[in-house]
């Protein structure tokens, strides 16, 4: 039989290879049971269509554009469907609703010596979230900030000192992303490790960390829309026994190899002081208030499951996403405070007038605790504001499809199907936001009565929700509301090119560029609650 089709194959093969391709994208498009649902005709062929869109930087502005002109469900791929309705948020993102991440996530598990390492974000397997969840929730809870408070302070301080000498005293123009930047993963590292990693001291990407997270996101954003890609790319199976033997590597994680060595040192000291005969039980293992502690203390408490490899875990985990998005929503807040003057000038008013009234103590370094920055009512607004017209993640969240299906905002959607929504759509929602939905309007937070105020907090998604609510959530309010108020009454912002807009680069996380500022120093707010 074979023998007789071969030479008929070789002699007509480009009819073959036609009908090949022709059947792949029929089967594609018709046999996921997806095909009433409207998108971009290529989408529904291959999903080689979101692996180019994604590469071109900017999906917010495609998943936003396809939404309006194409409802609240559209195909973004042969297998792919995006929800712009908040009614579907609770379905596919609420607890115990079977919807689990799909492999988008598993192209961001970090390896070191061909080891996976699966964090809290990246796992797709619920049973191992739960158990590494329940081993460090209190180290996360609203009520462990306050230990976390002066290692914030302490790198605050010095960031602000650093802002006067680099900056202000100069009149030098700020790469203020980037400067933000410097900031987030030095308090990440204090709160870590109690340590800086020293950005801001040195005004430098330190050990390339930085540069070699934009470019693992810029791989993980494109190659997570076909994530077998990454099985012939970096997670190649080949190159992680290589890796595992130490016969080549590509490199490896500086993220990784600074959580390693910190790790080390720290467990190294504990048993200094075991052998000299100090104290290391449970107390004198958490004495620094960091979360290295607090992870050490969950292996004692947990070493059956809470081992090194995921003591390592965590501690690369609170540099590479911990870092990344509270900078982008630091950048967003100070970049729409700037481009809408009125909303600059009355925050700062609300900061001088707290002052003066006592509800701010006013301090030599000019700090505010995160017990003052929460009696701001104004500075709330300007933070959710900020969360809802520039989320940090630009992509949607996917999940999958329950095999026996699941009812979406109404639609039966079969088993299997990835689902998701990107905040970016949500967020611009006019019916649960106003119809002023692209402009950055602090007030709308304000004026809302409880009911609505509810409502727009539920349908806000960048910290994800349900189960997989991004742990560190809480850091990073801590981060963002000390630090705005502290920077601010201290110095003037201004923009070094009022005219030129930003430039955003969606690599799963949206950053920003083209972001250049001027400061000068407030000083007569000094003596203002004198």
């Known amino acids: 039989m074979l023998e007789s089709i071969w030479p008929l194959l070789r002699q007509h093969w480009p009819i073959a290879l036609t009908l090949l391709t022709f059947a792949y994208f029929a089967k594609n498009r018709f046999t996921h049971g997806l095909e009433k649902y409207p998108g971009p005709f290529l989408a529904s062929l291959t999903d080689w269509w979101r692996f180019f869109d994604v590469l071109g930087r900017r999906p917010d502005i495609t998943h936003i554009r396809l939404h ?63 158990a590494l969840r329940r081993s460090v929730n209190s180290a996360f809870s609203m009520s462990a900030l306050v230990q976390y408070e002066p290692l914030v302070d302490d790198t605050t301080e010095k960031f602000l000192d650093q802002t006067e000498a680099l900056y202000s005293s100069t009149n030098a123009v700020c790469d203020f992303a980037q400067w933000l930047q410097f900031y987030a993963f030095d308090v990440i590292g204090q709160i870590t490790y109690s340590k800086r990693h ?44 290589l890796d595992k033997y130490g016969i080549f590597t590509l490199g490896g994680s500086p993220t990784v190899a600074f959580a390693r060595a910190h790790v080390t040192e720290r467990v190294a000291e504990m048993e200094s002081r075991k052998a000299i005969g100090k104290c290391a039980d449970e107390k004198s293992m958490v004495r620094r208030g960091d979360l290295l502690s607090m992870f050490l203390k969950a292996k004692e408490d947990r070493p059956d499951f809470f081992d090194d490899r995921r003591l390592l875990v965590m501690a690369n985990s609170m540099a590479t996403a911990g870092s990344e998005t509270t900078a982008i929503t630091l950048s967003a807040l100070f970049y729409y405070c700037l481009k809408n003057p009125r909303c600059y000038n009355k925050l700062v008013a609300e900061l001088d007038t ?177």
């Open 68 to 130: 309006r002109e194409l409802g609240d469900i559209v195909r973004l791929g042969p297998n792919v469907l995006s929800f712009a309705d908040p009614n579907a948020l609770k379905t596919i993102y609420g607890l115990n609703r079977g919807f689990l991440k799909t492999g988008f996530y598993t192209v961001q598990i970090p390896m070191s010596k061909g080891e996976w390492l699966p964090s809290l974000f990246s796992t797709t397997d619920e049973s191992y979230h739960a």
């Open 198 to 241: 020293g950005f801001v001291d040195r005004n430098e990407d330190v050990d390339g960390i930085i540069s070699y997270l934009g470019k693992m996101f810029s791989y993980v954003a494109p190659i997570g829309q076909i994530p077998m890609l990454d099985l012939f790319l970096l997670k190649n199976p080949i190159l992680g026994l």
């Open 354 to 530: 707290a002052v003066r009234d006592g509800t701010i103590e006013n301090r030599p370094t000019r700090l505010v605790t995160w017990t003052e920055s929460q009696k701001l009512p104004y500075l709330d607004a300007c933070v959710k504001e900020a969360f809802r017209l520039h989320p940090a993640a630009g992509l949607p969240l996917e999940r999958v499809v329950p095999p026996q299906g699941a009812e979406i905002c109404g639609k039966h959607i079969p088993g299997g199907t990835i689902v998701g929504c990107n905040a970016w759509v949500i967020h611009r929602r006019p019916e649960i936001f106003g119809s002023d939905v692209d402009v950055y309007r602090p007030e709308r937070w304000i004026e809302a009565g409880a009911e609505k105020k509810k409502e727009m907090d539920g349908c806000m998604i960048q910290f994800g929700m349900g189960a997989r609510t991004c742990i560190g959530k809480n850091v990073s309010l801590l981060e963002v509301y000390k630090l705005v108020p502290s920077f601010l009454r201290r110095f003037e912002v201004n923009l070094a090119n009022p005219a030129q807009e930003w430039k955003l680069h969606n690599a799963w996380f949206v950053k920003q560029l083209n972001f250049h500022t001027t400061f000068k120093p407030r000083r007569g707010n000094a003596t203002a609650a004198a």
